[in-house]
């Protein structure tokens, strides 16, 4: 090796040398391997949750958001996310509401909307994996709590757009969703309108079904009854 090509291997492995260490990454004689949640951490980072990504060589994940249409009905839209979206994102797009293309799939049967106020900017906040847990922070300046209080339908259904989103994206080891708007959790209500004891899960909303998916059903239901009279 010459002298000038040595002189460069050495500065390559300082500068690198230096990089673990302002990554954390210990340095010493021997080569260290790290467990894989912290090779995640260290590509990630730990601040900010993002989803697994496509397979297939996709650029792209389809993700479902939820919204109300016709007779108070969840309706579930599917957009299209780069491989690994903040689920933080995905919250302000679900406040922000329907896409004008959206809209425009429900103009016959009625409308599609958000029913979360505005303000309410809904984020992630710590993750129980042990109880399976998500929390989401609000603003409590949009007073959601009070909206719930007051109108048990309307609160219903802006808790519902939240927990069936957050559970569309498939969270690891997410089953539940309690909604915080300071240190203490919001008390939520399921379809019936009786509370929640504990985490709001995909149960607690009729596993998240739509209006669509049940016009679909007594559609085929009809189909049934027709052709067992006809035969």
Known sequence: MSSSTGRRFVVVVVVLAGLASACGIPVSGEVQYLAQDDRQELLQGTT??????ATGGSTT????????GPDDKLERVIRQY????KVNEVLADLEA???PAEI???EDLGTL???????LSPVLGSRDEERGVQQVIVNPEAELRERLEEDLVTGRLI???IVCTILEVGLTNVTGVEIYDGEEAIPLSDTAAQPIIGPAMLEDFDNCTTGTQERQLLEEA??????TESS
């Open 48 to 53: 900010s949750t993002t989803l697994p990504p």
């Open 61 to 68: 994940i389809d993700i479902g958001l939820f919204f109300i």
């Open 82 to 85: 780069p491989e690994a979206p």
């Open 97 to 99: 509401g329907p896409l």
């Open 104 to 106: 425009d799939q429900f």
């Open 113 to 119: 909307q958000s029913l979360l106020p505005a303000g």
């Open 159 to 161: 808790v519902s757009q």
């Open 222 to 227: 009809d189909a049934d009854t027709e052709t």
